[in-house]
């Protein structure tokens, strides 16, 4: 099932169901508990980011090609750091590039998304997809300059600036991607394809990546994941590419979709 959130005509946020045809049907229900598909066409205005995130856990270096683009050595555990939920953004609207705190590093990072469905905690890796409610499409914006130089050794500033994190264009449930590591991921700015590649590089699959999340530690519904990037980011381009006003950054992961959005520079 592809699920959107969105909303309708009188500002309410709700889910649907996606046809094959383009159209949606309303859901009842909580998405992250009990829900059905009603028969009632959804009133969509806007769509907004699949889930609210509970918590945004992100995952560094965790393509083999990305890690030796930047002649960093393979992770021995996953790199863990996290992102402000108020850096999660809609699909379609604007990645804002910092300027209060200025950066002119911006960087782009396709990513496949994990949206933790229910409480987990400890669970094995023979049995964490049972507790993923499906998969979207994320950008890991990065500040590189407050990332690396500015950051105080941690890479949390440099990620979390708002609309650091777009997500979308839609979840798609566990039963349509039965093995998320074997699926196209790609990113394009313009047209111009700069990442194209596949999540079976991933050092740590997914369900490695619950497993350790959930080690010791709740991981609570609506709980988003992000799993890394191929390698093709901008820092390692010769000459660096980096995101300026203008830009449209467009992630396209297979079987889920592309996630679209322009890049625009913080108001003065």
Known sequence: MKIIRY????????????????SAREIAGDVLGEFSVTAKP???VKRLAPVPP?????????????AAEGKSPIPEFPVVFMKATTAAQHPGDPIVL??????????????????????????????????????????????????GKWGGSQWCRGKTFDTFAPMGPCLVTTDEIPNPNALAIRMDIGGQVMQDWNTDDMIF????????????????????ILTGTPHGVGFAQKPPRWLVPGDVCNVTIEDIGTLTNPVVEEAA
Do not use: M
Not at 7 to 22: I, R
Not at 54 to 66: F, M, P, S, V
Not at 101 to 111: A, N
Not at 124 to 145: F, I, M, P
């Open 7 to 22: 909303l309708d005509s009188t500002q309410q946020t709700k889910y649907a169901a996606l046809e094959p045809d383009g």
């Open 42 to 44: 959804a009133d969509v």
């Open 54 to 66: 509970t918590n945004l856990l992100c995952i560094g270096l965790n393509y083999r090609r990305h």
């Open 98 to 147: 910092p300027r209060r705190l200025r950066s002119d590093e911006v960087d782009y990072e396709c990513e496949l998304a994990v949206v933790i469905g229910k409480t987990c905690k400890n669970v094995s890796r023979e049995r964490a997809l049972d507790y993923v409610l499906g998969y979207t499409c994320a950008n890991d914006v990065s500040a590189r300059d407050w990332q």
């Open 205 to 224: 699959d997914v369900p490695w990546l619950v497993e350790f999340l959930s080690g010791s530690t709740t991981l609570l519904p609506g709980t988003v």
